[in-house]
């Protein structure tokens, strides 16, 4: 294989992607490891950025970096246990086995290996040779299937559903009427912050 | 004019590889002379003007009018002392200032100063070159993304200092910066649908098509307001300075630096200042057009730079006029006033586009007039017919905006002029006001 600038940039990047990925798992500090996933996660957008979806990459700083992770520090930095060092995860093994099963069927989607195998109709065909199988190329052509019904339309509303519903359940959590005992409902204004 | 002749050479410089590498460096470099240039001036200008607001004299004894003021600070921050608290998470204490300044700087790469220029090179051909960094064609998303890393500075720097002040002002800011951010990447969305483009560039292009009227702010004023108000937010300027406000929390999330370090910090605010002023302009106010600058596009970056200047200002004034914003009201106006009237400002450019396609630019012109001055006057009755005092009465006009004492130099002069623009439509509204309501009695 030859050693170009762009596979060495793809080295550092996967590298840093997973090394950091193997951290947030390992580390035993809560904090430390939202760092670390927040490092993963830009070394995901450089990924995007190098295979030229310059929008992913930046949607990827946005959403991920800019609004997920920080959520997460801000959850942690408001946990008492924040600086407690011994945390341990009881499910890791079966974090594993996911983890594993998960990986298998991304290689047997995106790459021809189970069509060697026998099995048909389970690769999804993508071939260096023809990359125009790949939807979405632009940000307009992306923004029309968004809303066509032969393409992302019905994923786009039941994610929207699943917002609408996690917004009402969050604006029911913390309604003072609804969350306190029918019988005890004093004075809303002393819960509210 | 100087400028190519019909026998000469134009390259596109994009399409020669040694000229994207030449460009790249000396725009670089150029972006980042003028940030840190900027900043150095920018705390200068602040000390003089915030000084003549409040009828003082400020710093004048460093060269003329205090210009080597900023010189002699940034020797004073090198040569002190810098401490590092024992039970300081290290490797995050040091790590925070960079990431709070890099973000700060780099924001600027997708902005364009000016029109391309076509440039005489040495072997005898004229190369075309963009007067920004680079012109990537999702701009606008870029700028979203990069404002967003910021607050990691801020964050990390609270929670490594190991030091409940500095926490408690990073968990502030971060709460806040994200308050905001809703707002603004919604007023974001506006001159994209505009422009019909997420590039920079093309978004000023598409304001020159009426020269100044056709500027985004006289399409939508609320969301040019809204987009003011967030920035200021974002950067954590009065009258949204929590993060550090010092009578609750010393110095908020930089109680603990000191030096060089405490020194990076400052220059991320004020390099913040400039950078969230060159967004404002370049997506709402026109960029870098206005006049003779189709004929001579070197003059790009003089106009470009004297809009900066004035958002300068207006950015210290604010602070030397409103007081701080009690938390909760800051959460409140963020979640309860700014994302509502965001969305108002998004469907009103939306219902705009439409109607451009569907009746016309003239009639559509009449049509954004008569909007701004519902705007107007609606934000005025809105305003003094409240039970209480606003949170932020940046727009409240019977408050006289700038209040002097009796000294006539030429900063109360032009105080005074602005002034009097600032609140004659207002007084014309309440002269009307004043006129109608009898009759309802």
């Excluded at chain 2, 987009?227 to 929590?242: I, T």
């Excluded at chain 2, 209480?388 to 002029?417: F, H, M, Q, Y």
Aim: charged share 15%.
């Amino acid at each position: 294989m030859d050693i170009t600038a762009e596979s060495v940039v793809f080295l550092i990047l996967s590298a840093l992607t997973l090394g950091s990925g193997l951290l947030v798992v390992t580390s035993r500090n809560l904090f430390h490891a939202a760092l670390y996933l927040m490092l993963s996660l830009f070394g995901v957008a450089g990924l995007f950025a190098l295979l030229t979806a310059p929008f992913l990459a930046f949607v990827q700083v946005t959403v991920y970096i800019g609004a997920i992770a920080i959520l997460i520090i801000f959850a942690i930095m408001l946990t008492p246990q924040v600086t407690r060092t011994n945390a341990r995860n009881t499910q890791w093994v079966g974090a594993v086995v996911v983890a594993v099963v998960f990986f298998a069927v991304m290689v047997s989607v995106l790459t021809p290996l189970m069509d060697d195998l026998g099995a048909d109709d389970w690769s999804a065909d993508f071939s260096e040779e023809d990359p125009d199988d790949v939807p979405g190329t632009s940000l307009a052509d992306l923004g029309e299937q968004l809303v066509d019904p032969d393409y992302y339309m019905l994923p786009f509303e039941v994610a929207s559903v699943l917002l609408m519903a996690a917004l009402i359940g969050a604006a029911l959590m913390v309604s003072p009427a609804i969350a306190d005992d029918p019988e005890t409902e004093t004075g809303d204004d002393e819960s509210g912050g | 004019m100087f400028g190519p002749s019909e026998s000469s050479v134009v390259v596109q410089c994009a399409s020669s590889g040694a000229c994207t590498v030449l460009h790249a460096i000396f725009t670089s470099g150029f972006v980042f002379f003028v940030l840190l240039t900027g900043f150095a001036y920018t705390t200068l200008l602040e000390r003089r003007f915030l000084a003549a607001l409040q009828s003082r004299v400020g710093p004048n004894r460093a060269g003329p009018f205090g210009m080597f003021q900023p010189v002699a600070d940034g020797i004073k921050l090198i040569f002190k002392e810098d401490v590092t608290p024992s039970l300081a998470k290290k490797a995050v204490f040091w790590l925070s200032p960079v990431i709070k300044v890099v973000p700060a700087i780099i924001v600027v790469a997708v902005i364009p100063f000016g029109p391309d220029v076509a440039i005489p090179w040495f072997d005898g051909k004229w190369y075309r070159v963009s007067q920004s960094v680079v012109d990537v064609n999702i701009g606008v998303l870029w700028l979203l993304a990069i404002t967003s890393v910021g607050i990691y500075g801020i964050v990390l720097a609270g929670w490594s200092s190991n030091n409940k002040y500095a926490m408690l002002g990073g968990l502030r800011s971060s709460a806040q910066m994200i308050s905001y951010e809703l707002s603004m990447g919604l007023v974001f969305v506006v001159p994209v649908m505009l422009a019909s483009s997420m590039s920079v560039g093309e978004i000023i292009e598409a304001q020159n098509k009426t020269p100044v009227l056709g500027w985004f702010v006289f399409q939508n004023p609320l969301a040019a307001t809204i987009l003011l108000v967030a920035l200021l937010a974002e950067v954590n300027r009065a009258p949204f300075d929590m993060p550090e406000a010092e009578q609750e929390l010393t110095a908020g999330y930089h109680s603990e630096y000191s030096g060089m370090k405490f020194a990076l910090f400052f220059m991320a605010e004020y390099i913040g200042m400039v950078a969230v002023s060159m967004i404002s302009v370049a997506l709402y106010f026109g960029g870098y057009h206005f006049l003779w600058v189709d004929q001579a596009p070197l003059l790009g970056p003089v106009f470009y730079g004297a809009k900066v200047f004035i958002l300068l200002l207006v950015m210290v004034w604010v602070r030397g006029t409103l007081p701080r914003i009690r938390y909760d009201r800051l959460m409140l106006l963020g979640w309860k006033v700014m994302l509502p009237l965001a969305l108002v400002a998004v469907v009103w450019s939306a219902v705009g586009v439409v109607l451009l396609d569907e009746i016309g630019q003239d009639f559509y012109a009449g049509m954004s007039v008569a909007g701004i001055v519902l705007f107007v006057l609606g934000s005025f009755i809105w305003l003094s017919r409240a039970g209480r005092k606003p949170d932020i009465s940046g727009t409240e006009p019977r408050v006289e905006v700038v209040s002097l004492s009796g000294n006539s130099g030429l900063a109360t002069t032009t105080l005074r002029a602005v002034d009097r623009v600032i609140r004659a439509p207002a007084e014309v509204a309440e002269r009307i006001a004043a006129r109608e309501t009898p009759g309802e009695d």
